[in-house]
């Protein structure tokens, strides 16, 4: 797979550095809302097809998936995966009703998505000088999804890592964008480039 | 109309619930839908803490606001995991068939024009109709799969009873070859058996006159004789032969007597599935059933009979009981776990008659213990099995009025206690009559 | 005045923008390093008077790199660059001797402000 299908080296330059930018924003933003210190990974930015996307859904332990599409200038799909593993911990750091039961660690996952993501996207559009608008997230089963009925080729893969100080947890954010919005984004960084 | 007042009069009557609050969380304006159904006017509440006035969501309100402050994102809710955020009276007062409103609610901040966020807006969607819905769909579904389920139990009961059938059908067909296999022997051994006692008689009668007669050369004066007399005894070993006649002749009869009756236990059994009313003794039944399963018994367990004496006819459908006997005799001589002892008591007195099979075997689990009873219950190895015997044995002796019942004790043993009640051929008959007409209206 | 001045910083883009945001009259010649090490390669070259420094970089890190002057004792004014905002992080630079901590994305007013913080403005 060429990573470098749609978008050059300059632009991934800049989107590299402007993602690392909304990441600070998101850690610095969520260590205030849950108090505990976040460690946010360099974003990982690469292409993939529907299939490479499919592959993405394999985890060993359990996990939890959400996702929540945007529209905007540019419009796609962020999708989180959530370990299982330090929900009921983070939950408590967020004040959720202990103990929790099935229904309060979905709610926490649709919380974590709104969160992440929203965090993710909106340091980002702010530096690119675009607006989007997030809908409302809601749970999957990848398992269930029928990725034949994908109708794109291409999609821009933004994938960040989040885990936290002292709780074993850890998430993987990734906003999606299909090749007509990937234009956009290409376009908007070359403004910023020149 | 300016379009401020425009826009104030539309929002106010949205049939979606708007509430915009400040940094503080502190009420700055909602519309009818929360006025109406709080009955809380908005000159009254105006500058309120909404934690104050929801003290139940408090926690989760303020978390929600403070995230959308923080990080100036729209914030959700669904009515799938909080049904409920906001408590107002119903929203079908007059049906009264929802008490509680369930609700999405989004929370988003609203920009100043220094681009910071000192307010938000909190819009309440009532999704009470799509969760009946929904939650209907649930039930619906979670119904269709337990239904889904009892029908694969079903199918694996029909597939075992199935099997049973087979295995029925296999007895019988073995139950046939050897009724004809016992008739066919039946006569060739009736005539063995009397020609031997025959052949006894004479024998006896031949010895003598061999005695007689050796007897008579003995007087006569001929040395020759006597010499050719003892020469012939002594080359055909004579003594020995007449001594050892009459044995051979009576293990011969012996034999042929245990053919006989083994024969006779299996015309009986031949005739396993006769439910025909007669009045019989049971410990008869008990002995042929005995005789049918020794070699199932006789590595497994002693038998010990305490019959009471005079004990008088019933008036049963004997192979119907002798299968239960069988069945609860198997079941003994399968609980041994080394060689032990079943004991069969039967006893009577004026009302009825009671028949106990008591083992030493491992004994039945207590949790068990309500279920043996029930038709495909079984703690055998699948293929062992029918989970048919007991269900079975109940059927019959409740047809014949009477009771079952066990006690057992795990590691001591298991005792089964049948009472029948003594009922006369006239009883017996008009019950078998009530019954039949039962069942033809379809009660049975 | 006109100044040694090294950016340091592993994205180009951002290089750029603090390029553009410094006053031009300030500057007398402007280093770009990618990493950590080319940092400190240009300040022991006596190319580095006034240092801008991001904190993420590969090789060695913002971090490294304020240990290391420290160590040295170089003398450089030095303003930190990044996007680990985090209060932890910031207080973190400031201890090891970093003049001033800016957030990305870089208000060019307020390395102007910091500029004349420093008295360079």
Known sequence: MNNHLLINELQRDALQEIMNISMGQAANALAQLINIRVILSIPK???TTPDGLQSFYHAASPHHFARQSFLGDMHGEVISVISDEGCKELGEAMSYDQPMDANSVNELVLELTNILAGACLKGMVDQLGSRLHLAAPSLFEPEQQLHSSYNWHHALLLEILFALEHISFSSRVVICLDEASIAVLAGKLNEMLD | MDRQQLFEDVVSQLAIGVCIVDSGYNLVYWNNFFADRLQMPMADVEGKSLLELFPDQATFLKRKLQSVFVLKNASFSYWEQRP????????RPITGEECQMYQNVEIYPIFNTDN???RVCITVYDMTVTASYHQQLTRLTQQLEAEKQQQQVLINKLEEAHNQ????????AIGQLAAGVAHEINNPVGFIFSNLQSLQDYLSRMLKYVDLLSKIVDKVPQPTLHQ????YVQRNQLAMVLADCPDLLNESLDGAERVMAIVKSLKEFSHVDSKEWSAA??????ESTLRVINNELKYKAEVVRH??????ALYCQPMQLNQVFMNLLVNAAQAMDSFGRIEIDVAFDEQKMVVKIRDSGKGIAPEHMKRIFEPFFTTKPVGQGTGLGLSLSYTIIRRHKGSINVESTPGVGTCFIIELPRRSELEVQQDEASLAAASQHGVL | MSLAVTIADDSLLSRKNVRKAVPTDLVADITEACNGVEALAAVNAGKAELLFLDLQMPVLDGFGVLEALQKQNANTIVIVISADIQPLAVERVYKLGAFKFLQKPLDPSQLRAALAEVGLL
């Open chain 2, 84 to 91: 409920v955020v906001f408590q107002f009276k119903s929203s």
């Open chain 2, 165 to 172: 059938l087979l295995q029925s059908e296999k007895m019988a």
């Open chain 2, 307 to 312: 019959y009471a004496a005079d004990l008088p």
């Open chain 2, 228 to 231: 050719l007399k003892a020469d």
């Open chain 2, 116 to 118: 910071a966020v000192d």
């Open chain 2, 281 to 286: 003794d049971i410990t008869s039944g008990i």
């Open chain 1, 45 to 47: 930015i690469s292409m």
